[in-house]
């Protein structure tokens, strides 16, 4: 039963063509049959009307059968085939089936024009047929009603077929809407995919650059003082041990918010927390280990604050000082201001160095430098904040200034 469905389904028109020539076989028999009467006016009364009867028959078999295929012009054959047995007098007969199929298919399908113009024929053609044959034994009543009962099939086979081209309109526009919706989520899930990408991207750069920054400083002390002075050597190694586990440690905390599921809750213990402004004062001892004069003071009453603000102003500070390490030159003294306001926080990281390239800060690097700017800029604009990164005017050296609102972040 499955395969007949799915084959009337591919193949309407093969559908079609055989109810046409049911219908075909039906008017051939009542020609016949009208022929075979003697003596009944009503029936081919001559040689010229048994002529016009078959092509209109045929007219009309060639409707059904293409009206899916050429459903406008269909109808218009089937006007002009009405209009020659009007003309030729060929009374009703089985190929005028072919009117209601045609009405029917116009309303479902056809043209805005053609399903206006199939609705008038279907309501003026039953009185029209009625008019031309009369039938001679009815009165004016049942010539009424006659009328009446032949427009009825006629406007519900409209009717029924104008109602499925709106369901069918109807399940398009739930298609169309389905499909939208699907490439809105394949695009907002790339959204999120590119921006949790840039989230990782900006934290593998914190970890990294800071942490191996200091780890190559200390390498290069240790190695210069490692036959003068093994006990600075020594203390360098161990600053380097412990910021290489630090370095593990948050590379584990963030290797496991890109696992999916996996693991037990005691491998998620390992992973340490984010930092925050607390964890400030251990980067600075961390920093001046390295060699750098860090001037670190707080304004204001320190209070609990958001979350994505905590790291924020961290990343802000780490960055800033691996920036002074890495560009500001022998001898770089640098300051790290924390200032609590009523509404906002404030950082101000500077140096007296040389300051970096202004290709470092303007273009984001040419050369694939910069990213820590980038980063910092993209980190403080997710919390709503402000950041101003720059030489210092008239006194050299570099300042990265940020605002980070404390209303409306979590």
């Not at 003068?228 to 290489?244: M, V």
């Not at 006194?395 to 605002?403: D, E, L, N, Q, S």
Request: aromatic share 6%.
């Amino acid at each position: 039963m499955n395969r007949l469905y799915d084959f009337i389904r591919r193949h309407p028109t093969w559908v079609d063509g055989l109810w046409a020539g049911l219908l075909l076989v039906l008017s051939c028999v009542w020609i016949v049959a009208s022929l075979a009467q003697p003596g009944v006016d009503q029936m081919l009364k001559d040689r010229k009307e048994q002529v016009a009867a078959v092509p209109i028959v045929l007219a009309l078999s060639l409707v059904v059968a293409l009206r899916r295929r050429a459903t406008d012009q269909m109808l218009l054959l089937a006007t002009g085939a009405g209009l020659a047995q009007l003309v030729a007098d060929v009374e009703p007969n089985p190929g005028n089936f072919a009117f209601l199929v045609i009405v029917f298919t116009v309303a479902s399908k056809g043209a805005g024009w053609a399903s206006r113009f199939a609705l008038v024929g279907a309501a003026v053609a039953p009185a029209i047929s009625t008019l031309r044959w009369p039938e001679t034994s009815q009165g004016t009543m049942s010539a009424v009603l006659n009328c009446v009962f032949l427009t009825i099939p006629f406007l519900l086979a409209w009717v029924l077929g104008d109602s499925m081209r709106t369901r069918r309109a109807y399940y398009q526009q739930l298609e169309e809407r389905a499909t939208r919706l699907e490439k809105e989520r394949e695009a907002q899930s790339k959204v999120a995919v590119a921006a949790e990408r840039a989230r990782i991207a900006r934290e593998l750069h914190d970890v990294v650059a800071h942490n191996v920054s200091v780890m190559v400083v200390q390498a290069d002390g240790a190695a210069y003082v490692l036959d003068t002075a093994p006990d600075r050597a020594r203390q360098a190694l161990e600053t380097i041990s412990g910021t290489g586990r630090q370095a593990l440690a948050e590379m584990r905390r963030l290797l496991g918010v890109l696992r999916t599921g996996e693991g037990t809750a005691r491998d998620h213990d390992e992973y340490v927390p984010q930092p925050g402004v607390e964890q400030l004062a251990e980067l600075v001892e961390q920093v001046r280990a390295t060699g750098l004069t860090v001037d670190f003071r707080v304004e204001g009453t320190p209070r609990p604050l958001p979350s994505s603000v905590e790291l924020t102003a961290y990343r802000v500070v780490q960055e800033a000082l691996t920036n002074t390490r890495k560009h500001g030159g022998p001898e770089v003294g640098a300051t790290v201001l924390l200032s609590y306001g009523a509404d906002d926080l404030t950082l101000l990281a500077e140096d007296d160095g040389r300051g970096a390239q202004a290709v470092l800060y303007d273009d984001g690097g040419a050369d694939g430098l910069g990213h820590g700017l980038i980063g910092m800029r993209e980190r403080v604009g997710m919390v709503g904040g402000s950041l101003e990164a720059g030489p210092r005017a008239g006194a050299g050296g570099f300042r990265i200034t940020a605002v980070l609102p404390l209303k409306g972040a979590s």
